[in-house]
Nanobody
Framework: QVQLVESGGGLVQAGGSLRLSCAASGRTFSSYAMGWFRQAPGKEREFVATIGRNGDMTYYADSVKGRFTISRDNAKNTVYLQMNSLKPQDTAVYYC????????????????????WGQGTQVTVSS
């Protein structure tokens, strides 16, 4: 069982940047597509970005395209989410996810069916 631990959340002003990290345990990190999802209060968990096993394929929600960048370092068992030009509507708990499906499939799958999740990290963007 792979465990995921997110870090890097916090409070930032609109227009600022944050970098989230997600460290995975286990030896087979490079076998999994990875993703970031978020959940705002009173809303369902939603797709933010996913990345393929080798980092060659990435997918983004329209709401973050051009502002967020997902990347991974398989040698460090870590996936990142660089968030720039943050907006108050980006405020949410951000979750790291992992699954054996492709990054493209992960981007459209309902979150309840995705295999593994981290505990989440809070991102708050003030106006």
């Amino acid at each position: 069982q792979v465990q995921l631990v997110e870090s890097g959340g916090g409070l930032v002003q609109a227009g600022g940047s944050l970098r989230l990290s997600c460290a995975a345990s286990g030896r087979t990190f490079s076998s999994y597509a990875m993703g970031w999802f978020r959940q705002a209060p009173g809303k369902e968990r939603e797709f933010v970005a996913t990345i393929g096993r080798n980092g060659d394929m990435t997918y983004y929600a329209d709401s973050v395209k051009g502002r967020f960048t997902i990347s991974r370092d398989n040698a460090k068992n870590t996936v990142y989410l660089q968030m720039n030009s943050l907006k108050p509507q980006d405020t949410a708990v951000y979750y790291c996810a992992l699954d054996t499906i492709t990054a493209q499939a992960m981007a459209v799958m309902r979150p309840r069916y995705i295999g593994s999740w981290g505990q989440g990290t809070q991102v708050t963007v003030s106006s």
